[in-house]
């Protein structure tokens, strides 16, 4: 006859959590892999490259260049007492910053299926670690404006501290929109084909190579306000030219980042222990 079960040895069987636990003190607990995830990519991405870090130059100023010639003189649009070369880059690098970390954030899980079936870890640190890669690429196009600014005589003014808070926004709302892009992606990889045309209207929809003065009041001027990145970009320009404040569009463009934060944050753990299975 077996000896019967005591209460230490026995089993329970609950239903599983609606809301799953986030556990964020795991992931800063290996916040070092961070680092190491950010250094890895930017290797890979820089690997036998002549340029190096320097490609990152590149796009903006390319880019810069078409926006000049086709909307600066061919258009003729107004650019708020700016340079408008210079009022086309401080709307390029918070878009460049954003567009960059949602399609790394997007495809990092299913770029680290290797890692992913074989070592554990906090899952969440995949994403977070391929928003704060685009940070070294921004530093260098942040170069770049500088060196613009000075060029035209342009002096910022003293919102530029408030800077840093507009860029961590962005960074935020990126790695937001990543969180459900991401887990998408491994169930679905429709997605890496979508996002791409997603991020190329949400471009012309976003004040990057015009003035957001342009909008005319009215029902327009709201839907315009209801883009999350029409907000930061505003907020941009204000901290370093003193262009017109926005606050209803900056409200809402954190608004916006804590709803996708918050419920990309819930869907990425309740999906995470599928990845392994599925990617």
Same mark, same amino acid.
């Given at each position: *006859?077996?000896?019967?079960?005591?209460?230490?040895?026995?089993?329970?069987?609950?239903?599983?959590?609606?809301?799953?636990?986030?556990?964020?003190?795991?992931?800063?607990?290996?916040?070092?892999?961070? /680092?190491?995830?950010?250094?890895?990519?930017?290797?890979?991405?820089?690997?036998?490259?002549?340029?190096?870090?320097? /490609?990152?130059?590149?796009?903006?100023?390319?880019?810069?260049?078409?926006?000049?010639?086709?909307?600066?003189? =061919?258009?003729?649009?107004?650019?708020?007492?700016?340079?408008?070369?210079?009022?086309?880059?401080?709307?390029?690098?918070?878009?460049?910053?954003?567009?960059?970390?949602?399609?790394?954030?997007?495809?990092?899980?299913?770029?680290?299926?290797?890692?992913?079936?074989?070592?554990?870890?906090?899952?969440?640190?995949?994403?977070?670690?391929?928003?704060?890669?685009?940070?070294?690429?921004?530093?260098?196009?942040?170069?770049?404006?500088?060196? *613009?600014?000075?060029?035209?005589?342009?002096?910022?003014?003293?919102?530029?501290?408030? =800077?840093?808070?507009?860029?961590?926004?962005?960074?935020?709302?990126?790695?937001?929109?990543?969180?459900?892009?991401?887990?998408?992606?491994?169930?679905?990889?429709?997605?890496?084909?979508?996002? @791409?045309?997603?991020?190329?209207?949400?471009?012309?929809?976003?004040?990057?190579?015009?003035?957001?003065?342009?909008?005319?009041?009215? /029902?327009?001027?709201?839907?315009?306000?209801?883009?999350? =990145?029409?907000?930061?970009?505003?907020?941009?320009?204000?901290?370093?030219?003193?262009?017109?404040?926005? @606050?209803?569009?900056?409200?809402?463009?954190?608004?916006? *980042?804590?709803?996708? =934060?918050?419920?990309?944050?819930?869907?990425?753990?309740?999906?995470?222990?599928?990845?392994?299975?599925?990617?």
């Amino acid at each position: *006859m077996s000896a019967p079960v005591t209460a230490s040895q026995a089993i329970r069987i609950t239903p599983p959590r609606r809301w799953p636990e986030l556990a964020l003190g795991e992931v800063w607990a290996h916040r070092e892999l961070v /680092w190491f995830l950010v250094w890895r990519d930017l290797k890979v991405r820089y690997k036998q490259t002549v340029l190096g870090v320097a /490609w990152a130059l590149v796009q903006p100023l390319v880019t810069v260049i078409i926006f000049t010639v086709i909307f600066g003189r =061919l258009a003729g649009l107004p650019s708020e007492n700016v340079p408008y070369p210079v009022l086309a880059l401080s709307g390029i690098l918070p878009w460049q910053l954003f567009s960059s970390a949602v399609a790394g954030s997007s495809n990092s899980l299913v770029g680290s299926a290797n890692l992913l079936t074989k070592v554990y870890f906090p899952r969440l640190i995949i994403p977070i670690a391929a928003v704060a890669g685009t940070l070294v690429d921004f530093s260098v196009t942040v170069a770049l404006l500088a060196g *613009m600014m000075t060029w035209y005589g342009v002096v910022p003014t003293a919102g530029i501290v408030f =800077l840093p808070i507009v860029i961590l926004l962005a960074l935020l709302l990126a790695l937001a929109i990543g969180l459900w892009t991401s887990s998408l992606n491994v169930q679905y990889r429709d997605v890496q084909y979508v996002l @791409p045309f997603a991020l190329q209207m949400l471009l012309f929809l976003s004040p990057v190579a015009y003035s957001a003065t342009l909008v005319p009041d009215g /029902w327009l001027r709201i839907a315009f306000s209801l883009n999350p =990145l029409a907000g930061i970009i505003q907020s941009f320009r204000w901290a370093l030219f003193g262009t017109p404040f926005a @606050p209803t569009a900056l409200a809402v463009s954190a608004a916006v *980042m804590v709803a996708l =934060l918050v419920g990309g944050l819930f869907y990425f753990k309740r999906m995470e222990e599928t990845f392994a299975d599925v990617i």
